[in-house]
């Protein structure tokens, strides 16, 4: 069993903590609102879960998945993080986000900028690519023919990603270091479309041919 603390408990952070639930993890959840916002969420989640502050939520995760816009990457509690193994889900949005050049170029990934704020987290970028519902909808035990597969990048802790994603019912493929990452961005050939159209809320599985295919066919 992984404790796993929640920065953000939107879509997708809701989405994973469902899982990791079901697969017999403990969840810590919080957002930008106060733990007493979320006693609902907690209440549906059961008995594995709680809310806390962002801070310790970070101090509590084995993995800490942080969930929130890029233009909130400057209030994450980077001392309570140091060290910690820290899932990065968030996507660049402009229209949201307010243009930042070095994303805009693809000088820069929005994962290496968020190293920034977080140098001493061992970072790994994963379930940026999936919605939320086909992220829920299409989790499969380990064997199933249909299992389907997530791409995740960085540079360390990628181990301790893989069997925490394997656990709560995905395949992975290793993109590459955390830069590799552009892969798998908004917009990008494997970002949504191998599980199928937002308006098929139980999507279809995509086995690892397909995401690496996806992949590979990826533009800068």
Not at 71 to 83: I, R
Not at 121 to 140: D, G, Q, S
Not at 192 to 199: E, I, Q, V
């Amino acid at each position: 069993m992984t404790t796993v603390g929640f920065i953000g408990s939107g879509n997708i952070g809701s989405a994973v903590a469902r899982l990791a639930v079901d697969a017999g993890h403990q969840v810590v959840l919080s957002n930008s609102r106060g733990p007493g916002t979320l006693a609902d969420a907690v209440a549906e989640l059961g008995p594995r879960a709680s809310a806390a502050t962002s801070g310790e939520a970070a101090a509590a995760g084995d993995i800490v998945v942080v969930t929130v816009p890029v233009t909130a990457f400057p209030d994450l509690p980077a001392a309570a993080l140091a060290g910690k193994t820290v899932i990065d889900t968030c996507n660049y949005g402009p229209e949201r986000d307010g243009h930042i050049a070095e994303l805009d170029s693809g000088s820069l990934t929005s994962s290496e900028l968020l190293l920034r704020y977080l140098p001493d987290a061992l970072l790994v970028k994963a379930f940026n690519n999936i919605f939320h519902k086909h992220l829920r909808a299409l989790a499969r035990p380990v064997g199933a023919a249909d299992r389907s597969y997530l791409p995740i990048a960085g540079n360390s802790a990628k181990a301790k990603v893989t069997e925490f994603v394997e656990s709560i019912g995905y395949g992975v493929v290793d993109t590459g270091s955390l830069p590799d990452g552009w892969r798998q961005a908004t917009g990008t050939p494997v970002w949504g479309t191998p599980y199928g159209p937002f308006s098929n809320e139980k999507g279809s599985p995509a086995g690892e041919n397909a995401i690496r295919a996806a992949l590979a066919a990826a533009t800068r």
